[in-house]
Structure formats: C-alpha cells, structure tokens
C-alpha cells in the first residue's frame, strides 16, 4: 500500500503523490456515462442520493501514532457512480486523488481491496485544519464540501 503524505507550500498544505489539476482542463476530458440503474450502485443515479444523505461522512480525520491520518474510505466505498475525487487541505488547492476502478462482475464492485490505493493521507498531528472535497459523478455534475477539524475528527 502506498502512503501518501502531506507537505507545505505556500502556507497550504499539499498532499504529495496526489496530482494538482485544473477544474475546467480535468472536466474537458471527461465523459458522462449512460445512466442506467444496475442495482449495484455503479452509476451517479444510483449513489448520488446515498452520496448527499452521508455528505457528513465524506471524510474523516483520526489522530494515530502522534500523526493526522485524512481518510477518503468513505467516497472510495461509492467511487463506482464517481470519476473524478480531488482534496485540498488548510486551503491548498484541490489536488486528484486516484479513483481505483470498480469490480465489475463480481457482487460487490465498490469494494475496497488492498490493490485499490490509499484511503488516507498523512500529516503532522494538529496540522489539518480544514478539508475541501470535490466529487464529480459519473454524468458529469459535481459536489462539494468543506469541513472543518472538529466536524470529523473521530474520537
């Protein structure tokens, strides 16, 4: 499993090994996928409701080991109606975190596997403030939150 860290620029925390992309030139490459229910919840017609209800829980900070561990585990768990996930930290700008591809075909395709890539990111402890999260979904609309410490901070 890869971990991913965080570092300082520019007064704002970037995260290290995600990438840094701009809104309009990541949207161009896009495509919106054909709404159809599966009953898997694979599409943005599907997890788009379950995505709004648990807004709350898109995130999470857990301090560990005298460190701040930001977990996205919760949008991993309903990436398959998503295409796009980017966070940004303390301000910094929003920066991609891979979406693994689903499991198709098998009877559970938003499961996370250890092959799937990280679900968290490291930090100093104390250090993350406040999480923005941009989700797009799978047709192509978008979502957007900020959070601040104490509204995920796990105890």
């Known amino acids: 499993m890869r971990i991913?860290?965080?570092?300082?620029?520019?007064?704002?925390?970037?995260?290290?090994?995600?990438s840094a992309t701009g809104t309009a030139q990541a949207q161009s490459t896009?495509?919106?996928e054909p709404q159809v229910a599966?009953?898997?919840f694979t599409t943005a017609l599907e997890v788009r409701p379950i995505m709004n209800a648990t807004k709350s829980s898109w995130v999470a900070v857990r301090e560990?080991?005298?460190k701040d561990l930001l977990y996205v585990s919760h949008i991993m768990a309903w990436r398959c109606?998503?295409?796009r996930l980017r966070v940004g930290v303390n301000g910094g700008q929003l920066q991609e975190w891979t979406l693994p591809p689903c499991h198709l075909g098998t009877n559970a395709p938003n499961a996370v596997t250890p092959d799937?890539?990280?679900i968290y990111v490291e930090a100093?402890?104390?250090?993350?403030?406040?999480?923005?999260?941009?989700?797009?979904?799978?047709d192509l609309e978008t979502d957007f939150a900020v959070y601040q410490r104490p509204q995920v901070l796990m105890p």
């Open 81 to 83: 109606g998503l295409v």
């Open 116 to 118: 799937d890539g990280p």
């Open 30 to 32: 896009l495509q919106a």
């Open 124 to 138: 100093p402890l104390g250090l993350i403030q406040e999480v923005a999260v941009e989700i797009t979904y799978d």
């Open 64 to 66: 560990y080991e005298g």
């Open 4 to 18: 991913v860290t965080m570092a300082m620029a520019a007064g704002a925390l970037a995260l290290s090994g995600l």
């Open 38 to 40: 599966t009953g898997q």
